[in-house]
């Protein structure tokens, strides 16, 4: 079941770009932001959730037939 639509995955993607970028240029602890990335990168490529199934949220524009 997807439940994450266009410009939600579309913003996914770019936070988990953003933040796997910071795994190669930060030290130390600051690595861990990289290895975060892999949340909203999942969520993007399987457009799917846990969060936003728990909210009730569903931000997937299917059409009903």
């Not at 939600?8 to 770019?14: N, S």
């Amino acid at each position: 079941m997807k439940n994450v639509g266009g410009a939600d995955r579309a913003m996914r993607w770019v936070l988990g770009i953003g933040l796997l970028s910071l795994f190669y240029f930060l030290d130390g602890y600051w690595k861990l932001l990289g290895v975060i990335a892999v949340i909203p990168l999942m969520t993007a490529i399987t457009q799917f959730c846990f969060i936003n199934k728990l909210l009730g949220r569903n931000t997937c524009e299917i059409s009903k037939r």
